[in-house]
């Protein structure tokens, strides 16, 4: 079956703009898990829902950080006023449940310029 | 809150076992640990989870010592496409409490 898809693949945005990362999870998975990468380092969680609600938000870096998940499968990962500390890969994954194996997407590349 | 540390790289040769060890000093009582692997431009992918003594795939091993404060993954037999940076991943807690720590990763780099 298809797997974790993310779009776009790459986004370049200038300083101050607003950007919406999509992520599309496997069918059935009611766990869906956000983080971001920067070059060398390892995955930096961010938010995790179960089902439609954000069970776990406690990784977003600040207010200009929001995610949905409305109908407990599709999540939009949206920045307001982007900074130039914001670049990274954005990843999504999800999982059958919160303990279970995480199946990641490729990523989504934000460059605030 | 539970922390990982783990090498931040390992060389070895084809056809060798290569084991790299995390430790998880706060690990809770019901944490999972899980490893990834991670190649270039791509999300990483699920080798093998465990909660306590060895768990076995097709690919590796994992050897979690009684008190958990660590754990070993090993891969038997390595060829060059093992070539990836391998993270552990402690889980905290379930449902609403759950967290996720990562570690920084163990880039492996395999020789002829």
């Known amino acids: 079956g298809a797997g974790v898809s993310q779009t776009p693949s790459n986004k370049v945005t200038e300083k101050g703009k607003y950007v919406e990362l999509r992520c599309d999870p496997i069918?059935?998975?009611?766990?869906l898990y956000w983080y971001r990468q920067s070059l060398g380092q390892g995955p930096e969680f961010l938010i995790y829902?179960?089902?439609?609600?954000?069970?776990?938000d406690s990784g977003l870096p600040n207010d200009r950080f929001f995610a949905v998940r409305p109908e407990g499968s599709v999540s939009t990962l949206k920045i307001q006023r982007t900074e130039r500390g914001d670049s990274a890969v954005y990843l999504c994954?999800?999982?059958?449940?919160?303990?279970?194996?995480?199946?990641f997407g490729p990523g989504t590349r934000l460059t605030v310029l | 809150l539970a922390k990982t540390t783990q090498p931040i790289s390992m060389d070895s040769y084809e056809g060798q076992e290569v084991n790299i060890t995390c430790s998880h000093n706060?690990?809770?009582?019901?944490?999972?640990i899980t490893w990834y692997q991670q190649f270039p431009s791509q999300g990483p992918r699920f080798i093998i989870q465990?909660?306590?003594?060895?768990v076995t795939n097709e690919v590796a091993s994992l050897f979690i010592p009684a008190d958990r404060k660590s754990s070993t993954l090993s891969l038997p037999r390595v060829s060059l496409s093992d070539t990836a940076v391998y993270y552990c991943?402690?889980?905290?807690?379930?449902?609403?409490?759950?967290?996720?720590?990562w570690g920084a990763g163990t880039k492996l780099i395999i020789k002829p």
């Open positions: 991943l402690v889980g905290v807690g379930i449902d609403s409490n759950y967290q996720l720590i």
């Open positions: 706060n690990i809770a009582t019901n944490d999972y």
């Open positions: 465990g909660y306590k003594t060895k």
């Open positions: 069918s059935g998975h009611t766990a």
């Open positions: 829902f179960q089902g439609t609600g954000a069970a776990d």
């Open positions: 994954a999800s999982s059958l449940g919160g303990n279970n194996e995480q199946f």
